[in-house]
């Protein structure tokens, strides 16, 4: 195990390093677990001088495609923002979408804190329009009978209701 690695701490705020390496953001947080995991609040204007989106977008839609990404300098980018959080340079990136860009710049909620899926078969996959006792036997009923595939739950857990993905669980309509 490396002393290095043992002796970071989580942490989050203002980190001297990023400013000085001219990387403009709105807040930090390095969470140290079993991996290490870092959440940076990236300003537009610091992923363009990096390189790591290709060129300015008119709408955040066309801004994160794909084709405007250039994950080799996404990657150095988050080299410099892990070599400033502690990390030694020899630590490696989790193999398996190593960083990725999340837009926070407007907000979702779930209408719905549960849907029952349905289909397969020859009935049309959808949706039923309720989850309640009748609605759910006759969805079982017709999976029994070969009508359709086993109906599905699906709901989101915790504060994903109010916003799907938050560091420390905390949604953003009540982190800020």
Known sequence: SDPAQQRLRSCAGQKQELTEAGIK?????YLKGETHYIVVAIKKESLLTYGALCEDQPNSKLLLQASNLDIEKLKA????IANAC???????FYPHNPVQLFDYS????????VKLLHGGGPNAAGT???ANRSSVTAAVDAA???AGGKPALVMPVGDALMEPFWPQGLGSNRGF
């Open 144 to 146: 029994a009978n070969g």
């Open 25 to 29: 953001y709105e807040s930090m947080e």
């Open 128 to 130: 039923l329009t309720s």
């Open 86 to 92: 502690g990390l030694p340079q020899h630590v490696e």
């Open 77 to 80: 980018l988050g080299r410099i």
């Open 106 to 113: 407007s907000r979702a909620r779930c209408m719905d804190c």
